[in-house]
């Protein structure tokens, strides 16, 4: 049933895609998003608007070692690209539970895919029954990687170039730390918030209602103790 979303293949940012809520605008939205398309191609899929959007990054090596460089959630959950939202690291509104339940499967379905590299993973939760879906996966360097890198002192760009060279995660060195190596894990004991920035002066005709389709053209990156603080 509606609402569903309309994602297109081989577009960056959530061109072409929307949210119908009827027959009339998912005709409208599909084929937009096909013309949109390299290849022509949609996917139709359920709307999952409410629920929480969290991110990981994930580093692994043509042996399968692999560890999670960054978790981040976005404030304003699924109903907004991730371009567009605020972005925190670490996650705020999630429990144990639920982080090492979403690490599990992301590091799984890293493994599952083959990476060999760097990756994000973004998944929706519905907290109120433990449910959770891979909505996304990018075996490569993202703004979401760039704000991991920066949030970690992780040189992600870097350890990626190094991995497809053939190198291992135990032997490679933080370059930014000098003390350890790749296959250890950042633990943050500070919060990073990302907010992205809007240009309407220049695109004046542009629609301002935040959704799946990416806006912004830049972002700023604060570091704090509490979030109140960025």
């Known amino acids: 049933g509606y609402p569903v979303i309309v994602r297109v ?51 692994q ?35 144990n539970h639920e982080y090492h339940m979403l690490r599990s499967a992301a590091l ?41 890198s920066k949030a970690t002192g992780y040189p992600l760009a870097y350890m990626s170039a190094k991995i497809g060279l053939g190198y291992s995660l135990p032997e490679l060195v933080n370059t930014i730390t000098k003390k350890t190596t790749a296959c250890f894990e950042p633990a943050l004991d500070y919060i990073v918030c990302k907010h992205p920035r809007w240009d309407f002066t220049k695109f004046e005709l542009a629609n301002r209602n935040l959704g799946p389709t990416m806006k912004s053209v830049g972002e700023v990156m604060a570091i704090g103790r509490k979030f109140e603080e960025v």
């Open 9 to 59: 293949a081989y577009t960056l940012g959530g061109k072409g895609g929307g949210v119908a809520h009827n027959e009339i605008e998912l005709h409208e939205i599909a084929g937009r998003g096909i013309a949109a398309s390299l290849v022509g191609q949609i996917l139709i899929e359920e709307y999952v608007g409410d629920w929480k959007q969290i991110e990981y990054e994930v580093m």
């Open 61 to 95: 090596d043509y042996s399968k070692n692999n560890v999670i460089v960054c978790n981040m959630e976005n404030v304003l959950s699924m109903r907004v690209h991730t371009g567009d939202n605020i972005v925190v690291a670490p996650s705020q509104t999630i429990d």
């Open 108 to 148: 799984r379905a890293t493994k599952h895919v083959g990476i060999v590299g760097e990756c994000n993973i973004q998944f929706a939760l519905d907290q109120s029954s433990d449910t959770y879906a891979a909505i996304e996966i990018n075996p490569r360097l993202s703004r979401s990687s760039a704000l991991a």
